[in-house]
C-alpha cells in the first residue's frame, strides 16, 4: 500500500519497527528501507540520527559560479570546449568545457569542480576567486604559442584571428582587458601586451560570489555515513532489518548522472537483500 501525505517523524526499533507519522498514523514491520532523498537542513534527519546513526551534515553540491562583477554578461552563451577553472589558493581544479552565462560560470568544469570542492567552498560561504585558463594549455606554453605568433602571423590582425579555437567574441574581450588596440598587428604588439593577454588567457581572476542553482535545486553532499551501512546489501550495520538508498545516504558524484545511478542502483541493491532476508524466513508475515 502507498499512504501519501504521511510524513515521516520518528521510527522505533523494538522486537519489530514501528513507523510513526505526523498525522498520528503508525505502521509496523520486520524491515524498513529509508529513501528520502536529500534535504538542505541537517534538522530533517533528527529521526535517522534518532535509530544511532550518524549524519554528515548536508550541504550543497553541483552548481554553478556567480561573477560579483558580471564581467561577462554580454558573452552569454558562448561555450569553451577545453577550460580550466581552479580555486585561488587551493589544490582545487577541474579542466573540461566552460560555459559563460548572464550570472557567471558554468559547463562541466564548474559543475566537477564544485562537486569535488563543495566542503571548503561551503567553508567559505561562496565567496572565493576563481583562476580561468580559457586555453586549457599551460601558462608556458601559452605564452610560447603567443610568441610564435609574433613572427607565423605577423601582418594578421590580433582582434580578427582568435587563437587557441576560442570564440571570436571572447577573444576580442581578453585582448581589449590587455589594453592592445584594434587595428594592432602580431608583429607590433609590445611585450607588455603579449604579457596581459597571456595573463588574461591562462588566468582570468574571477571574484565569485554566491552560487547558482536552476530552479532551486542541488545534489546533496552529506547524509548517512557510509561506514555505518553495508555496501553490499545497503543495511545498517548499527540496526538490523533497517536499510537505506539514494540521496540520504553520504554520496554525491560529479554530475546528475552519477546521483540518478547511485540512487537506482542502492534501491536495486537493497530491495534484493530485503528480498533474499524474507525468503530466508517464509513463514514470516512481512
Same mark, same amino acid.
Given at each position: 500500500?502507498?499512504?501519501?501525505?504521511?510524513?515521516?517523524?520518528?521510527?522505533?526499533?523494538?522486537?519489530?519497527?514501528?513507523?510513526?507519522?505526523?498525522?498520528?498514523?503508525?505502521?509496523?514491520?520486520?524491515?524498513?528501507?529509508?529513501?528520502?532523498?536529500?534535504?538542505?537542513?541537517?534538522?530533517?534527519?533528527?529521526?535517522?540520527?534518532?535509530?544511532?546513526?550518524?549524519?554528515?551534515?548536508?550541504?550543497?553540491?553541483?552548481?554553478?559560479?556567480?561573477?560579483?562583477?558580471?564581467?561577462?554578461?554580454?558573452?552569454?552563451?558562448? @561555450?569553451?570546449?577545453?577550460?580550466?577553472?581552479?580555486?585561488?589558493?587551493?589544490?582545487?581544479?577541474?579542466?573540461?568545457?566552460?560555459?559563460?552565462?548572464?550570472?557567471?560560470?558554468?559547463?562541466?568544469?564548474?559543475?566537477?569542480?564544485?562537486?569535488?570542492?563543495?566542503?571548503?567552498?561551503?567553508?567559505?560561504?561562496?565567496?572565493?576567486?576563481?583562476?580561468?585558463?580559457?586555453?586549457?594549455?599551460?601558462?608556458?606554453?601559452?605564452?610560447?604559442?603567443?610568441?610564435?605568433?609574433?613572427?607565423?602571423?605577423?601582418?594578421?590582425?590580433?582582434?580578427?584571428?582568435?587563437?587557441?579555437?576560442?570564440?571570436?567574441?571572447?577573444?576580442?574581450?581578453?585582448?581589449?582587458?590587455?589594453?592592445?588596440?584594434?587595428?594592432?598587428?602580431?608583429?607590433?604588439?609590445?611585450?607588455?601586451?603579449?604579457?596581459?593577454?597571456?595573463?588574461?588567457?591562462?588566468?582570468?581572476?574571477?571574484?565569485?560570489?554566491?552560487?547558482?542553482?536552476?530552479?532551486?535545486?542541488?545534489?546533496?553532499?552529506?547524509?548517512?555515513?557510509?561506514?555505518?551501512?553495508?555496501?553490499?546489501?545497503?543495511?545498517?550495520?548499527?540496526?538490523?532489518?533497517?536499510?537505506?538508498?539514494?540521496?540520504?545516504?553520504?554520496?554525491?558524484?560529479?554530475?546528475?548522472?552519477?546521483?540518478?545511478?547511485? @540512487?537506482?542502483?542502492?534501491?536495486?541493491?537493497?530491495?534484493?537483500?530485503?528480498?533474499?532476508?524474507?525468503?530466508?524466513?517464509?513463514?514470516?508475515?512481512?
Amino acid at each position: 500500500e502507498i499512504h501519501r501525505g504521511a510524513a515521516v517523524i520518528s521510527i522505533e526499533r523494538n522486537s519489530e519497527f514501528s513507523v510513526h507519522s505526523a498525522d498520528g498514523r503508525s505502521w509496523r514491520s520486520k524491515r524498513v528501507l529509508i529513501a528520502v532523498g536529500g534535504y538542505n537542513q541537517a534538522d530533517a534527519y533528527n529521526w535517522i540520527r534518532a535509530l544511532g546513526h550518524t549524519v554528515v551534515p548536508p550541504i550543497p553540491s553541483l552548481f554553478t559560479f556567480n561573477d560579483k562583477e558580471r564581467k561577462f554578461k554580454e558573452l552569454m552563451g558562448i @561555450a569553451v570546449p577545453a577550460g580550466e577553472v581552479r580555486i585561488a589558493s587551493t589544490k582545487f581544479s577541474q579542466r573540461g568545457p566552460l560555459l559563460i552565462t548572464h550570472w557567471g560560470l558554468s559547463g562541466p568544469a564548474v559543475i566537477k569542480l564544485s562537486a569535488w570542492a563543495a566542503t571548503y567552498l561551503h567553508e567559505q560561504q561562496y565567496q572565493f576567486d576563481a583562476r580561468v585558463n580559457w586555453t586549457g594549455e599551460p601558462d608556458t606554453r601559452c605564452r610560447e604559442t603567443l610568441a610564435t605568433a609574433k613572427t607565423s602571423r605577423a601582418r594578421q590582425k590580433i582582434y580578427g584571428h582568435p587563437m587557441f579555437n576560442l570564440p571570436q567574441r571572447l577573444w576580442v574581450r581578453l585582448c581589449e582587458w590587455s589594453d592592445i588596440p584594434e587595428p594592432r598587428i602580431w608583429s607590433e604588439v609590445s611585450n607588455r601586451e603579449m604579457n596581459r593577454l597571456a595573463e588574461h588567457l591562462a588566468n582570468t581572476v574571477i571574484h565569485v560570489s554566491g552560487k547558482t542553482t536552476f530552479k532551486e535545486e542541488f545534489v546533496t553532499c552529506g547524509g548517512v555515513e557510509l561506514s555505518e551501512v553495508n555496501t553490499s546489501s545497503l543495511e545498517s550495520k548499527l540496526v538490523a532489518g533497517l536499510y537505506f538508498a539514494g540521496e540520504v545516504l553520504n554520496v554525491d558524484g560529479e554530475t546528475g548522472g552519477f546521483n540518478f545511478q547511485a @540512487a537506482w542502483t542502492t534501491a536495486y541493491l537493497a530491495a534484493q537483500a530485503i528480498n533474499n532476508s524474507i525468503r530466508a524466513f517464509p513463514g514470516e508475515q512481512e
